[in-house]
C-alpha cells in the first residue's frame, strides 16, 4: 500500500497556483514520484476560477483529459459556490443553493467520466444538512 497525495484545483484568487489545468500539468510534471500522485477537483474551485461547468461540463472534462489526463484524478469535492463563474473567489455554497445549481452538480455527480470515484462535501452545514445533501446525491446517482 502506498499514499497519494491529490492536488486540489484551486480558484485562482491570486494567493495560490493551480487554478488551470495547465498549471497543475506544470507541477505534476515536476514530480519524482508521479504514480503517487493525482488531482481532486473541486467544483466550486473550478467554477470560480473560470470553468462554467453548467453549460460546458463535457468540454471541460475533455479539456481535464487532454492536459491532466483522467486516470490522475481521484476525488471530487462536490460543492455549490455563492460567486458567478470567474469571479476568483472561493466561497462554497450548500449544493444546490449556489451559482453552480443542483441540475449542473447533479451532470456531475452522474458524468460517466467521474464513475468511481469519491465525491466528498464540502458544503457550510450541520450534520442535519449533510444528511439531506447525502440523500440528494444518492438520489441523483440513482437515477442513472
Request: contains cysteine; glycine residues 10%; negative net charge.
Amino acid at each position: 500500500m502506498h499514499t497519494t497525495v491529490l492536488f486540489e484545483t484551486m480558484s485562482g484568487k491570486g494567493s495560490e497556483i493551480g487554478s488551470t489545468f495547465e498549471e497543475l500539468r506544470e507541477i505534476l510534471d515536476r514530480i519524482t514520484m508521479p504514480e503517487q500522485v493525482g488531482v481532486c477537483l473541486d467544483t466550486c474551485h473550478i467554477w470560480d476560477a473560470g470553468y462554467n461547468i453548467q453549460e460546458r461540463l463535457d468540454d471541460i472534462l475533455d479539456h481535464f483529459d487532454r492536459v491532466i489526463g483522467l486516470p490522475r484524478l481521484k476525488a471530487v469535492h462536490l460543492n455549490d459556490s455563492m460567486n458567478p463563474c470567474g469571479t476568483k473567489k472561493d466561497r462554497h455554497q450548500k449544493l444546490g443553493l449556489g451559482c453552480i445549481g443542483g441540475d449542473a452538480l447533479k451532470s456531475v455527480v452522474r458524468h460517466p467520466a467521474l464513475k468511481g470515484l469519491p465525491f466528498i462535501l464540502e458544503t457550510p452545514n450541520d450534520d442535519a444538512g449533510y444528511e439531506e445533501e447525502i440523500r440528494t446525491v444518492r438520489g441523483w446517482s440513482d437515477e442513472i
